[in-house]
């Protein structure tokens, strides 16, 4: 009985420690809400150090390093604190989270479109509207869908942008000339496409004429969004509650997909979401729909290739950008504020940005840096960069960026790759994938 | 026939005081020697564990995308987990990966470590060899298993090619892919097991073996009849560890086949990976952490309890 | 505490040697028939890290395709050039050492201790403490991330090296495991201890603990590849570049969209070298170190 006495009291005295600890965490939780104060009025001469986390590896990670130590030499009295953060998506969307909980986050990070609307909901990021309708700062230079990115609600202007990107059709010379189909050109339609891609295809030697992901991530959603809009549809409804895709515009995508994949069995379905470009590289799939990324190894392995805007429906080439963005966040420190948004701002012109981003093989941010000679002595390096760069003017509409969209992308994704791999049809996975959308977005 | 014995009970003030102060003081003297020695690594762990795993209770209560200010929805993650079929499908895969995994993992470590144990030439070289997988990182084996089993590029395909064998669907077969998981997973921790017995095979005691030899028995009897019960604690820490490390599995799902085909490896904590990371629900995922927190108490306790009433003295 | 009782009761592996044994030693050139069951299956399981060193070695260009030949084309230094005259590699290499070398030694001495005392000794909350440890590990690390920063940050041990020695001070893994090696050790052993007059610390440090030299050398390898390949903690943790580990420095090679594998597979030999001497000299521990010549069983 005296052991039981000694146990139920060691129970009890757990258990109020436990309570302890919960109380104890749960103010620490709330407690992480209100960011720390700092300077109320702007000093532009005092010191100041800001933390940016850049997101960046090897190349790019050394640019921008560079870029920041010659910014500290101009302005001497800002230390800028530069780390890469994480070059992951999830390692990125992981620190920052973390960040916020622990009240560790930084003035400056490098984050995925896909989350400005998250992080503009999250009130920890500056607004910085007023700032960018400053005449010397050309806002509107910018691509549609970057300026769209950075501001996610149209309320409030989180950041600069940082990276901007869209898709082309990359294609495989060694294998055309070998099936001896004539080159793709700026005026394909998807049935020119699906047809190459068929005659392409050699199942006894594994070649494929077209490769796409079935991962489920945001790589097989994408991808899919092109065709959804050229063929008239609409993503979400205009007060971004409602998902749309489930329209007729949405089934004749997917369908069409679908044909390629069961039907033709045209199509290397990739588990991953970076197979696809290996194998392209390795002339084993005909044709990809990529991005400028895919050039720094298409010129290491010694491909023969070439690119185009993507086919169109109806003269309509659109394609698909996914803007990354400079968040800017508040630490409720004037200075701090300003100066971050300086450096984001100096970092983001013209002249950086051809250091920078046109420098280490991205899409130049500004429509103003196509006709320099950065772009082209890069394009002289990577053939196919200035297909890239012209192929902004078909970037139409903007990716969503509302809280509900990585809900939504797992949703679709889902039913992408099942109907793909031939489970499902394509009304029903869309109409499902609609639901389940619709109610995770509406949470 | 019932068993009478009435248990002992001890009634207060029956017993002489000197008695119980001795008791008393015995008592503790035994507590502060004991934890004496169990305190300094005991605070550690639980003081670096208690604080995140009542945090994340708390967060399996909320609702939170990561960034914003998490909202209180009290049990709703827990009944949305019960009607969700994409988390009882992963309860399906891990239930069926850990039923493949655990016992042959278990099984080949004690037939390495037999084999392992002896005075040959380039033993050095054998054990070392074994465990060069178990070193390698969960991204390598990952890539390692999609040359390997990769079905138009793979080198297990060409073998069976050459063979005039079928070409399996090995990773992209929704049938075969956890299959293909479990293999590659045995290989990369067969050094785990095969470690551990190694080291507890050194303490069992000659005099026994060679008793049972002069005994008369075949090594055959000896292992399962001498050796065998010698190693019951360790095989009890084994099977232990090996489960929750199967329940666990993610590494090599995140870097083979990310859930697929058709989410036929999506395990447990892939589920809730995707919930947290990529849906940016971290409330629900952590519902489905605690979940399988309260699943693997329970086996553990189950294995301990079978192993207490067996009475090999193993837990 | 007579030290011919010790003598009695434990015989040193290089007394078991001098001796002569009552089975026949195979002496001469006659060839174990165990190699031909060992090595073929040696071979299988050194495969990927001859495939690693081979590609470490490959032109880049061939590491872009897929399926990369096992065999390049041509060898060539490139990637280890860019690894050591581009990188900090021998930084975070000395880094790592310093954090696999702390948590080596500090969970050989508290978990050792820790699982001698849930192992032997009975005190009140011991059961219950021991449940405590083991429930540490049954909640999947993936959403202790961010908690576990809350907390570093809250101790000021965040971004240094502190970050990421802390969590591997004591694991739970140690713990377990010493607490179950010395389940298996006879208890007469001890008991012969305890009347002899010794008490626990003494019986721990003259008789058990000398017996529980390949259980040492396990939990010695074991924490080490935890600590050494430990990624996603000090990916969060730790800012600082100067303090960067192997695996994390290692991983800012591959970026969203791009992947440098030439570096990737230099570094990953660079990293995976070091656990294999190390093992190759712990495993030389697993010898019988027991016997009984005092007891009769």
């Known amino acids: 009985m005296s052991f039981q006495l000694r146990n139920s009291a060691n129970r009890r005295r757990t258990l109020r420690l436990a309570g302890v600890i919960a109380a104890a965490s749960l103010a620490v ?117 970057a300026r769209g990115t950075a501001q996610p609600t149209g309320k409030k202007t989180i950041g600069f942008p940082a990276v901007v990107d ?42 494929y004429g077209y490769g796409y992901s079935v991962s489920g991530s945001e790589e097989t959603t994408w991808q899919f969004w092109p065709h959804l809009w050229q063929n008239g549809g609409d993503i979400l409804s205009s007060d971004g509650k409602k998902a749309e895709f489930a329209s007729p515009a949405g089934v004749d995508s997917l369908t069409f997909l679908r044909s390629m994949a069961v039907d033709d069995k045209s199509v290397y379905l990739d588990q991953t979401d970076t197979k696809f470009g290996q194998l392209f590289v390795s002339n084993r799939i005909g044709m990809i729909t990529s991005g400028p990324w895919q050039l720094s190894d298409l010129k290491i392995g010694g491909t023969k290739y070439g690119v185009m805007p993507l086919p169109g429906t109806n003269g309509d080439h659109q394609t698909v950008s996914g803007p990354d963005i400079w968040a800017l966040f508040d630490h409720k420190d004037k200075n701090r504020a300003y100066w971050a948004t300086q450096f984001a701002q100096w970092l983001t012109s013209a002249e950086q940005d051809e250091r920078f981003n046109v420098a280490v093989g991205n899409l130049p941010l500004r429509a103003s840096e196509a006709s320099s000679e950065a772009v082209a002595k890069e ?42 791999q031939g489970d499902g049809e394509p009304k029903s996975a869309l109409e499902q994938a609609a639901k389940t959308a619709d109610s995770e977005m509406n949470k | 026939m019932a068993n ?107 037939f390495l470590a037999v084999a392992l144990n002896r005075r040959i030439r380039w033993m050095g070289f054998y054990r070392t060899a074994i465990f060069v997988p178990f070193v390698a990182s969960a991204a390598s084996t990952g890539i390692l298993s999609t040359y390997l089993f990769s079905p138009q590029f793979g080198l297990v395909n060409n073998v069976l090619r050459v063979l005039h064998l079928p070409q399996q669907g090995w990773l992209d077969d929704p049938h075969q892919a956890m299959l293909v998981i479990a293999i590659m997973s045995l290989w990369g ?109 329970l086996i553990t306790i189950f294995v301990v309890v079978y192993s207490r009433r067996k009475g090999t003295e193993a837990f | 505490m007579s030290n011919s009782v010790l003598a009695e009761v434990v015989t040193s592996s290089e007394q078991i040697a001098a001796q002569p044994s009552a089975a026949p030693r195979k002496r001469g050139r006659r060839l174990s028939g165990w190699h031909f069951v060992l090595f073929p299956i040696a071979l299988l399981f050194l495969i990927p890290f001859i495939q690693m060193a081979l590609a470490s070695f490959s032109p880049a260009k061939e590491l872009v395709a897929f399926p990369p030949p096992f065999i390049p084309s041509h060898l060539t230094i490139d990637g280890y050039v860019q690894l050591f005259g581009q990188t900090d590699i021998l ?49 999947p690390t993936q959403l202790l991330m961010i908690p576990t920063y809350i907390l570093f940050a809250t101790l000021g041990l965040l971004n240094g090296l502190g970050a ?83 695996q994390l420095g290692i991983a800012n090679f591959q970026g969203a969209h791009q992947t440098n594998w030439s570096l990737i597979m230099a570094g990953n030999v660079v990293a995976t070298l070091p656990l294999i001497l190390f093992f190759l000299f712990a495993q030389r521990q697993f010898i019988a170190t027991m016997t009984f010549s005092g007891l009769k069983g």
């Open chain 1, 29 to 145: 939780t709330l407690a992480g809400c209100s960011g720390s104060g700092g300077a109320t009025t702007l000093d532009k001469k005092a010191k100041v150090t800001i933390e940016v986390w850049s997101g960046q590896v090897d190349a790019a990670q050394k640019a921008i390093e560079g870029l920041a130590n010659e910014f500290e030499k101009e302005h001497p009295n800002v230390t800028i604190d530069l780390s890469p953060g994480a070059s992951s998506t999830d390692q990125l969307l992981q620190k920052l989270s973390a960040g916020f909980a622990g009240n560790q986050y930084p003035d400056m990070s490098y984050a995925f479109g896909s989350w400005a609307g998250q992080l503009e909901a999250s009130g920890r990021t500056l607004d910085i509207t007023s700032e960018v309708a400053k005449p010397d700062v050309k806002w509107d230079d910018f691509t549609a869908a």
């Open chain 1, 166 to 207: 869209n898709i082309g059709l990359l294609y495989n010379k060694t294998l055309f000339d070998k099936a001896g189909l004539a080159y793709p050109t700026a005026d394909w339609t998807w049935d020119d496409f699906r047809t190459a891609a068929k005659a392409l295809t050699d199942t006894a030697n594994h070649v």
């Open chain 1, 379 to 420: 394009s002289a390096l990577f053939p196919g960069y200035d297909v890239f760069v012209a192929n902004s003017k078909n970037v139409k509409e903007t990716r969503p960026t509302t809280k509900g969209y990585a809900a939504l992308s797992v949703a679709i994704g889902k039913a992408i790759s099942s109907v793909l």
């Open chain 2, 4 to 110: 009478t014995a009435a248990p002992a009970i001890r009634r207060p003030g029956s017993e002489p005081a000197d008695k119980r102060r001795v008791r008393r003081t015995r008592g503790l003297k035994s507590a502060l020697t004991g934890w004496s020695f169990v305190a300094p690594a005991t605070i550690i762990i639980l003081g670096l564990s208690i604080f995140p795993a009542v945090w994340a209770f708390i967060l399996s209560l909320q609702s939170w995308d990561g960034f914003s200010e998490a909202t209180f929805v009290g049990g709703a993650n827990y009944a949305q987990l019960v009607s969700d079929a994409d988390f009882w499908n992963a309860v399906g895969n891990t239930f069926g990966y850990t039923i493949l995994f655990v016992p042959a993992s278990v099984l080949l470590g004690l």
């Open chain 2, 189 to 297: 921790s067969a050094a785990f097991t095969t470690v551990i017995y190694l080291a507890a095979l050194q303490d069992v005691p000659a005099e026994l073996i060679e008793a049972a030899r002069i005994d008369g028995a075949n090594p055959w009897q000896t292992f399962w009849r001498i050796v065998w019960p010698q190693l019951a604690p360790v095989t009890v820490f084994v099977t232990i560890w090996q489960t929750i490390q199967a329940i666990q599995l993610f590494d090599l799902v995140y870097t083979t086949t990310r859930g697929g085909p058709l989410d036929a490896t999506k395990t447990i904590v892939y589920f809730l990976y995707e919930k947290a990371f990529r849906s940016l629900q971290f409330g629900y995922g952590s519902a489905a952490a605690y979940v399988l927190f309260a699943a693997t108490l």
């Open chain 3, 91 to 139: 930084l975070w290499l000395g880094n790592t050492i310093l954090v696999s070398g702390t948590a080596i030694v500090s969970n050989l001495v508290l978990c050792s201790l820790a699982g001698y005392g849930f192992a032997r000794l009975k005190f009140a909350g011991r059961n219950l403490g021991f449940l405590m440890i083991l429930a540490t590990i049954m909640i």
């Open chain 3, 164 to 246: 990421a020695i802390v969590p591997w001070l004591a694991t739970a893994f140690g713990i377990f495991l010493m607490r179950q090696f010395f389940l298996s050790l006879p208890a007469e052993l001890e008991e012969a201890g305890a009347i002899d007059g010794c008490n626990r610390w003494q019986i721990f440090f003259r008789i058990v603990l000398p017996l529980a030299r390949p259980a040492l050398a396990t939990l010695a390898i074991f924490t080490l590849l935890g600590a050494w390949n430990d990624l996603v903690w000090p990916l969060i943790a730790i800012n600082n570049q100067q303090s960067f580990t192997l």
